[in-house]
Protein backbone atom coordinates (compact mmCIF):
# COMPACT_ATOMS: atom_id res chain seq x y z
CA UNK A 1 0.00 0.00 0.00
CA UNK A 2 1.36 3.24 -0.42
CA UNK A 3 1.80 6.31 1.45
CA UNK A 4 -1.76 8.09 0.08
CA UNK A 5 -3.09 5.48 2.73
CA UNK A 6 -5.58 4.17 0.44
CA UNK A 7 -5.44 3.77 -3.42
CA UNK A 8 -1.89 1.80 -4.28
CA UNK A 9 0.17 3.61 -7.02
CA UNK A 10 -1.35 3.29 -10.25
CA UNK A 11 -4.78 3.60 -9.45
CA UNK A 12 -7.15 5.07 -11.74
CA UNK A 13 -7.96 8.88 -11.38
CA UNK A 14 -11.54 9.90 -10.42
CA UNK A 15 -13.39 9.36 -13.49
CA UNK A 16 -14.43 12.57 -15.69
CA UNK A 17 -17.72 12.98 -17.01
CA UNK A 18 -19.27 10.79 -14.68
CA UNK A 19 -21.88 13.67 -13.86
CA UNK A 20 -23.01 13.37 -17.33
CA UNK A 21 -24.95 9.71 -16.27
CA UNK A 22 -29.18 10.47 -16.09
CA UNK A 23 -29.74 8.46 -12.83
CA UNK A 24 -32.60 6.17 -12.57
CA UNK A 25 -33.16 6.44 -8.89
CA UNK A 26 -33.70 9.40 -6.71
CA UNK A 27 -31.83 11.19 -4.44
CA UNK A 28 -33.13 11.96 -0.72
CA UNK A 29 -31.60 14.08 2.17
CA UNK A 30 -31.51 12.82 5.80
CA UNK A 31 -30.21 14.20 9.31
CA UNK A 32 -26.97 12.54 11.34
CA UNK A 33 -26.57 13.52 14.65
CA UNK A 34 -22.50 13.90 14.81
CA UNK A 35 -20.62 14.91 18.15
CA UNK A 36 -21.42 18.28 18.57
CA UNK A 37 -23.00 18.57 15.44
CA UNK A 38 -26.10 17.82 13.10
CA UNK A 39 -25.08 16.93 9.45
CA UNK A 40 -27.06 16.59 6.33
CA UNK A 41 -26.48 13.48 4.41
CA UNK A 42 -27.66 12.75 1.24
CA UNK A 43 -28.93 8.77 0.01
CA UNK A 44 -29.25 7.79 -3.51
CA UNK A 45 -32.09 4.75 -3.62
CA UNK A 46 -32.74 2.84 -6.62
CA UNK A 47 -35.25 0.15 -7.25
CA UNK A 48 -35.09 -0.19 -11.31
CA UNK A 49 -37.97 -3.27 -11.01
CA UNK A 50 -40.34 -1.19 -9.14
CA UNK A 51 -43.06 -3.57 -7.66
CA UNK A 52 -41.38 -6.64 -9.14
CA UNK A 53 -38.42 -6.30 -6.96
CA UNK A 54 -37.49 -8.60 -4.52
CA UNK A 55 -38.64 -6.78 -1.04
CA UNK A 56 -36.67 -9.21 1.31
CA UNK A 57 -33.28 -8.32 -0.21
CA UNK A 58 -30.95 -4.45 -0.15
CA UNK A 59 -27.96 -4.04 -1.37
CA UNK A 60 -25.93 -1.06 0.76
CA UNK A 61 -23.34 -0.06 -2.05
CA UNK A 62 -20.19 2.09 -0.25
CA UNK A 63 -17.89 2.98 -2.89
CA UNK A 64 -13.90 5.03 -3.26
CA UNK A 65 -12.43 8.21 -2.18
CA UNK A 66 -13.23 9.70 -5.30
CA UNK A 67 -16.79 10.24 -3.79
CA UNK A 68 -19.90 10.01 -5.52
CA UNK A 69 -19.09 12.50 -8.26
CA UNK A 70 -16.10 11.04 -9.32
CA UNK A 71 -17.33 7.31 -10.18
CA UNK A 72 -20.01 5.47 -11.95
CA UNK A 73 -21.27 5.08 -8.41
CA UNK A 74 -24.92 5.67 -9.62
CA UNK A 75 -25.11 3.97 -12.93
CA UNK A 76 -23.26 1.17 -11.02
CA UNK A 77 -25.89 1.25 -8.54
CA UNK A 78 -29.03 1.05 -11.29
CA UNK A 79 -27.34 -1.77 -12.81
CA UNK A 80 -27.13 -3.47 -9.36
CA UNK A 81 -30.38 -2.82 -8.88
CA UNK A 82 -31.50 -4.30 -12.17
CA UNK A 83 -29.87 -7.58 -12.07
CA UNK A 84 -29.89 -8.52 -8.03
CA UNK A 85 -33.48 -7.52 -8.93
CA UNK A 86 -33.56 -5.23 -5.04
CA UNK A 87 -33.58 -2.04 -4.00
CA UNK A 88 -29.64 -0.67 -4.38
CA UNK A 89 -29.10 1.80 -1.57
CA UNK A 90 -25.83 4.38 -1.97
CA UNK A 91 -25.52 7.04 0.75
CA UNK A 92 -22.97 9.95 0.45
CA UNK A 93 -20.65 9.17 3.55
CA UNK A 94 -18.70 12.29 2.41
CA UNK A 95 -21.29 14.68 2.28
CA UNK A 96 -20.61 15.97 -0.74
CA UNK A 97 -16.83 16.03 -0.72
CA UNK A 98 -14.64 13.44 -2.79
CA UNK A 99 -10.46 13.16 -2.77
CA UNK A 100 -9.67 16.21 -5.08
CA UNK A 101 -6.64 14.66 -6.73
CA UNK A 102 -3.86 11.88 -6.34
CA UNK A 103 -1.65 14.59 -4.61
CA UNK A 104 -3.94 15.76 -2.35
CA UNK A 105 -4.75 12.20 -0.95
CA UNK A 106 -2.86 11.46 1.93
CA UNK A 107 -4.83 14.63 3.25
CA UNK A 108 -7.96 13.97 2.60
CA UNK A 109 -7.46 10.08 3.81
CA UNK A 110 -6.64 11.33 6.91
CA UNK A 111 -9.41 13.90 7.17
CA UNK A 112 -12.27 12.63 5.35
CA UNK A 113 -12.04 8.91 5.80
CA UNK A 114 -11.70 7.94 9.35
CA UNK A 115 -14.48 5.07 10.73
CA UNK A 116 -14.97 7.57 13.35
CA UNK A 117 -16.87 10.13 11.00
CA UNK A 118 -18.12 7.04 9.00
CA UNK A 119 -19.81 5.04 11.63
CA UNK A 120 -22.29 7.71 12.74
CA UNK A 121 -23.40 8.06 9.17
CA UNK A 122 -23.55 4.24 8.54
CA UNK A 123 -25.81 4.27 12.18
CA UNK A 124 -28.03 6.66 11.07
CA UNK A 125 -28.67 5.31 7.34
CA UNK A 126 -29.12 1.42 8.84
CA UNK A 127 -31.11 2.51 12.12
CA UNK A 128 -34.62 1.00 10.49
CA UNK A 129 -33.22 -1.19 8.13
CA UNK A 130 -35.13 -4.57 8.89
CA UNK A 131 -34.35 -6.50 5.68
CA UNK A 132 -31.70 -8.92 5.30
CA UNK A 133 -28.70 -6.66 4.01
CA UNK A 134 -26.03 -7.61 1.37
CA UNK A 135 -22.99 -4.49 0.78
CA UNK A 136 -20.72 -3.87 -2.13
CA UNK A 137 -17.29 -2.07 -1.02
CA UNK A 138 -15.01 -0.81 -3.46
CA UNK A 139 -11.61 0.76 -2.26
CA UNK A 140 -12.06 2.28 0.62
CA UNK A 141 -15.57 1.50 0.57
CA UNK A 142 -14.43 -2.08 1.18
CA UNK A 143 -12.91 -0.58 4.63
CA UNK A 144 -16.34 0.67 5.70
CA UNK A 145 -18.04 -2.57 4.65
CA UNK A 146 -15.51 -4.42 7.07
CA UNK A 147 -16.71 -2.22 9.86
CA UNK A 148 -20.55 -3.32 8.91
CA UNK A 149 -20.18 -6.81 8.82
CA UNK A 150 -18.86 -7.19 12.54
CA UNK A 151 -21.97 -9.11 13.56
CA UNK A 152 -23.13 -6.08 15.81
CA UNK A 153 -23.09 -2.86 13.45
CA UNK A 154 -25.67 -4.43 11.14
CA UNK A 155 -27.23 -7.43 12.28
CA UNK A 156 -29.10 -8.61 9.27
CA UNK A 157 -26.32 -8.38 6.95
CA UNK A 158 -25.44 -11.61 5.66
CA UNK A 159 -23.05 -11.08 2.86
CA UNK A 160 -20.63 -8.58 1.54
CA UNK A 161 -18.73 -7.94 -1.82
CA UNK A 162 -15.23 -6.21 -2.31
CA UNK A 163 -14.06 -4.82 -5.37
CA UNK A 164 -10.32 -3.89 -5.98
CA UNK A 165 -10.84 -3.34 -1.89
CA UNK A 166 -8.48 -0.92 0.68
CA UNK A 167 -8.63 -2.50 3.70
CA UNK A 168 -5.35 -1.45 5.32
CA UNK A 169 -6.85 -0.02 8.64
CA UNK A 170 -3.30 0.80 10.34
CA UNK A 171 -2.60 2.85 7.02
CA UNK A 172 -5.25 4.50 6.39
CA UNK A 173 -6.99 5.06 9.60
CA UNK A 174 -4.47 5.38 12.35
CA UNK A 175 -6.39 6.80 15.11
CA UNK A 176 -8.67 3.31 14.96
CA UNK A 177 -5.21 1.18 15.92
CA UNK A 178 -5.83 -1.64 14.46
CA UNK A 179 -4.46 -3.37 11.41
CA UNK A 180 -5.30 -4.65 8.43
CA UNK A 181 -5.60 -8.75 10.28
CA UNK A 182 -7.16 -7.66 13.46
CA UNK A 183 -10.15 -5.80 10.93
CA UNK A 184 -10.68 -8.84 8.38
CA UNK A 185 -10.61 -10.97 11.30
CA UNK A 186 -13.78 -8.90 13.13
CA UNK A 187 -15.64 -9.86 9.61
CA UNK A 188 -18.73 -12.35 10.39
CA UNK A 189 -20.56 -12.49 7.26
CA UNK A 190 -19.19 -14.13 3.92
CA UNK A 191 -16.81 -11.86 1.78
CA UNK A 192 -16.62 -12.21 -1.92
CA UNK A 193 -12.97 -10.30 -2.67
CA UNK A 194 -11.94 -9.25 -6.02
CA UNK A 195 -8.45 -7.63 -6.47
CA UNK A 196 -6.95 -5.80 -9.56
CA UNK A 197 -4.20 -7.28 -10.36
CA UNK A 198 -2.18 -4.96 -11.26
CA UNK A 199 -1.96 -2.80 -8.37
CA UNK A 200 -3.91 -4.77 -4.98
CA UNK A 201 -1.69 -6.90 -2.96
CA UNK A 202 -1.28 -10.38 -3.30
CA UNK A 203 -2.80 -11.02 0.26
CA UNK A 204 -6.20 -10.35 -1.71
CA UNK A 205 -5.70 -12.74 -3.84
CA UNK A 206 -7.15 -16.57 -3.26
CA UNK A 207 -4.67 -17.62 -1.01
CA UNK A 208 -3.49 -14.63 0.35
CA UNK A 209 -3.68 -13.70 4.52
CA UNK A 210 -6.56 -11.60 3.97
CA UNK A 211 -8.39 -14.46 1.80
CA UNK A 212 -7.02 -17.29 4.15
CA UNK A 213 -8.28 -15.15 7.67
CA UNK A 214 -12.09 -14.93 5.96
CA UNK A 215 -12.06 -18.66 5.15
CA UNK A 216 -12.00 -19.29 9.23
CA UNK A 217 -13.72 -16.40 10.20
CA UNK A 218 -16.89 -15.78 7.55
CA UNK A 219 -17.22 -19.38 6.33
CA UNK A 220 -18.46 -19.22 2.18
CA UNK A 221 -16.23 -16.48 1.91
CA UNK A 222 -14.30 -16.57 -1.61
CA UNK A 223 -11.38 -15.71 -2.98
CA UNK A 224 -11.74 -14.84 -6.98
CA UNK A 225 -8.59 -14.68 -9.07
CA UNK A 226 -7.89 -11.45 -10.02
CA UNK A 227 -9.55 -9.10 -12.48
CA UNK A 228 -6.83 -9.62 -15.45
CA UNK A 229 -4.80 -6.67 -16.41
CA UNK A 230 -6.88 -4.55 -14.27
CA UNK A 231 -6.06 -1.13 -12.43
CA UNK A 232 -7.75 -0.37 -9.27
CA UNK A 233 -10.51 1.53 -9.41
CA UNK A 234 -11.44 -0.21 -12.95
CA UNK A 235 -14.48 -1.56 -11.60
CA UNK A 236 -15.95 2.00 -11.48
CA UNK A 237 -13.53 4.63 -12.73
CA UNK A 238 -11.99 1.97 -15.86
CA UNK A 239 -12.76 3.02 -19.56
CA UNK A 240 -15.86 0.95 -20.70
CA UNK A 241 -15.42 1.46 -24.31
CA UNK A 242 -11.89 -0.42 -23.18
CA UNK A 243 -13.19 -4.15 -24.63
CA UNK A 244 -11.07 -5.86 -21.94
CA UNK A 245 -12.24 -3.32 -18.96
CA UNK A 246 -16.18 -4.32 -20.17
CA UNK A 247 -15.50 -7.96 -20.03
CA UNK A 248 -14.17 -7.85 -16.59
CA UNK A 249 -16.57 -5.47 -15.15
CA UNK A 250 -19.31 -7.94 -16.23
CA UNK A 251 -17.69 -10.65 -14.67
CA UNK A 252 -17.20 -8.76 -11.26
CA UNK A 253 -21.08 -8.35 -11.36
CA UNK A 254 -22.13 -11.59 -12.97
CA UNK A 255 -20.00 -12.95 -9.77
CA UNK A 256 -21.96 -10.17 -7.54
CA UNK A 257 -24.96 -11.82 -8.53
CA UNK A 258 -24.09 -15.31 -7.75
CA UNK A 259 -22.46 -15.15 -4.62
CA UNK A 260 -25.58 -12.86 -3.23
CA UNK A 261 -28.06 -15.35 -4.81
CA UNK A 262 -25.98 -18.03 -2.94
CA UNK A 263 -25.67 -16.27 0.60
CA UNK A 264 -29.21 -15.44 0.36
CA UNK A 265 -30.24 -18.77 0.60
Not at 146 to 156: F, I, N, S, V, Y
Not at 157 to 174: E, I, K, R, T
Request: aromatic letters at 8%.
Amino acid sequence: MSSTGCCPPGSLPALQGAEDYEPKGTMTSMDVQAKDKVEKMEVYRVNVNGDGADPSIVLYYMYDVWGMKGTRARAMADTLSKVCNCEVVLPDLFLGDGCPSFEEMPAFVQRACSWNLAKPRCEALLKDEQRPVAFLGTCWGAYVGAWLTDGTACPTAFCQVWWHPSVDAGNMDPAMKLTEAELVAKISVPTQVLAAELHDPQSLWPGGAVIESLTKTAPGSEGLPPAKNMAHGFSVRGDMNDEAVRVEVQKAIDNLVRFVSKCKK
